[in-house]
């Protein structure tokens, strides 16, 4: 059973940057693709970032691409998503998922993704 934690979220007002991290144990992390989503309230989740288990290949959601880097460090199995340019509709919980069972990309954009273990999530607040 993977188990994750992510933190770095908080509060931060528009234009800002946060660093989210998240922290993997009970599991091969090097052998898991990874990824990010988020979820505003009353709405469904929504897959932001993606990246390969050697850390080459990502790939983002529209709404973020430009702003936000997703990177991992396997030698401490850690998977981080680094978020510039913030915009108050950017404010979801963050959650970082891993091993997918399945994502879509559409013209190189990722449109969805699930993943067989999800973290609890961190809250970022963008204010205007």
């Known amino acids: 059973q993977v188990r994750l934690v992510e933190s770095g979220g908080g509060l931060v007002a528009a234009g800002g940057s946060l660093r989210l991290s998240c922290v993997v144990s009970?599991?091969?992390?090097?052998?898991?693709?990874m990824g990010w989503g988020r979820q505003a309230p009353g709405k469904e989740r929504e897959a932001v970032a993606v990246i390969s288990r050697n850390g080459i290949n990502a790939r983002y959601a529209d709404s973020v691409k430009g702003r936000f880097t997703i990177s991992r460090d396997n030698a401490i199995n850690t998977l981080y998503l680094q978020m510039n340019s913030l915009r108050p509709e950017d404010t979801a919980v963050y959650h970082c998922?891993?091993?997918?069972?399945?994502?879509?990309?559409?013209?190189?954009?990722?449109?969805?993704?699930?993943?067989?273990?999800w973290g609890q999530g961190t809250q970022v607040t963008v204010s205007s």
């Open positions: 998922g891993a091993d997918p069972s399945e994502y879509v990309v559409v013209n190189g954009s990722l449109v969805a993704a699930d993943f067989d273990s």
């Open positions: 009970e599991g091969t992390f090097r052998t898991y693709d």
